[in-house]
């Protein structure tokens, strides 16, 4: 019963051990300095309605349009650090430069605060890529999908244009939904569950086979074991009288005198088990003649 008991102790402080050291690791993921990067892309943003007897002008800066496309550009701060003054440049490169082109751009901070985003540097198009170039004030740390800084495109074009963001000293990654510390936790607080649950049907698991298999185990094999203890008793027996240490004796009370000492014995052990012990041995005591070889 110790030895089981031991082997599971050991078994859930492994289990625990392991899990601190997965979420140690989470911490120190967390520490990493990158920047998600989320592009939303729509080609058909603005069309223009067409009514036969009425007439609608859609203008950009005094220009007549059809349609426009909306591309957005979000910089989320999944990082454990809130940063200050961070110089961002953004490459807008399109697969054809001849059939996308920027219309309109703005460019807002964390909760639409234009006031955070400061353009030093007009929109430049080399002939291949759009590209700009902010001062962001503050990019706080998020811990949901709240970006920290939004660059907005309309664009004339059908094509999906390749994004490069470069934030000065920190790194970035494509977005995703689980690299946000809201998920992790959720995911976290889902894993402890989990792993509550487990150790929970462990228990379970583990007390019903003591306190009902146990004692059915016990009942089902008691004829095994009385034929095994006398067979232990015959063996005794046979060294007895091969070292001829009780030469007085007949079979008969060689018989009765090794099932008398060997049933003392188990006495002596079974007085010494807990209430739960017995239990799981099916309540059975033991009996002199479980040892008694003979007829």
């Known amino acids: 019963m110790a030895d089981i008991w031991k082997n599971l102790i050991i078994a859930i402080i492994s289990f625990l051990l392991a899990f601190i050291g997965q979420y140690y690791y989470y911490q120190k993921q967390l520490e990493i300095k990158k920047f998600d990067i ?52 953004i490459k807008v490169t399109p697969g054809n430069p001849n059939q996308f082109k920027v219309i309109a751009y703005s460019a807002v901070g964390e909760q639409e605060i234009a006031d955070l985003v400061a353009e030093d540097k007009k929109m430049v198009f080399d002939g291949t890529s759009y590209n700009f170039s902010y001062l962001v004030e503050t990019i706080n740390r ?14 004339e074009g059908s094509e999906r244009p390749e994004i ?10 494509k977005y995703d939904a689980s690299n946000s510390p809201y998920q992790k936790s959720a995911t976290l607080k889902a894993a402890w569950i989990s792993i509550g649950l487990f ?20 009942v089902a094999t008691k004829k095994w074991d009385v034929r095994n203890n006398q067979k232990y008793a015959s063996e005794i027996i046979e060294a007895i009288k091969t070292e001829n240490l009780q030469p007085e004796m007949t079979d008969s009370e060689l018989s009765e005198y090794v099932a008398k000492m060997l049933y003392r014995r188990k006495v002596i052990w079974w007085q010494q088990k807990t209430l739960l012990n017995k239990w799981t041995l099916g309540l059975i005591a033991p009996r002199p003649d479980e040892y008694l070889v003979g007829d």
């Open 142 to 155: 998020e811990e949901k999908n709240d970006y920290a800084m939004q660059l907005r495109l309309l664009f």
């Open 38 to 89: 989320h592009e939303e892309f729509d080609p058909s943003f603005i069309a223009k309605p067409k009514f036969p007897n009425s007439t609608i002008e859609f203008k950009v800066d005094g220009d007549d349009k059809d349609k426009a496309g909306k591309l957005n550009v979000s910089l989320i701060n999944y990082t454990s650090n809130s940063y200050k003054d961070i110089p961002v440049k």
């Open 199 to 218: 150790l929970l049907f462990i228990a379970v698991v583990f007390v019903a086979t003591l306190l009902v298999i146990g004692p059915l185990i016990s």
């Open 164 to 173: 490069d963001v470069v934030a000065k000293g920190v790194g970035t990654r």
